[in-house]
């Protein structure tokens, strides 16, 4: 299994209910993109003050390494992931990825 994590600066200006709505645009993948699992989204709650401006983000659960990539390269995912890129603090500077095989 492929965990995807995304963490993400979003601009002063973008309010909690458009993130809600952004996430839950992406949220809508699940079940859409073949072996795309689970998405969990949220601020981030660590005490260590390491975030690094990176004060929001997701993990997605895909099945397996194609998995992911139909993920990254599906209309929709492409479509979700430009209105996220749109709210974040200098655009795709504002957004870091990292992907973390699970399992077997």
């Known amino acids: 299994m492929i965990r995807h994590c995304v963490f993400v600066k979003f601009r002063s200006g973008v309010s909690r209910d458009e993130r809600a709505d952004i996430y839950a645009g992406l949220a809508a993948l699940v079940g859409q993109v073949e072996g795309l699992l689970s998405a969990d989204f949220g601020p981030n709650i660590s005490p260590e003050g390491m975030a690094k401006g990176f004060h929001d983000g997701f993990i997605m659960d895909l099945a397996d390494e194609a998995a992911r990539d139909r993920y990254l390269v599906d209309p929709a995912h492409q479509a979700a992931g430009a209105r996220l890129v749109a ?10 990825v990292f992907d973390l095989k699970v399992g077997d």
Not at 87 to 96: K, P, S, T, V
């Open 87 to 96: 709210a974040l603090e200098g655009g795709r500077d504002g957004l870091m």
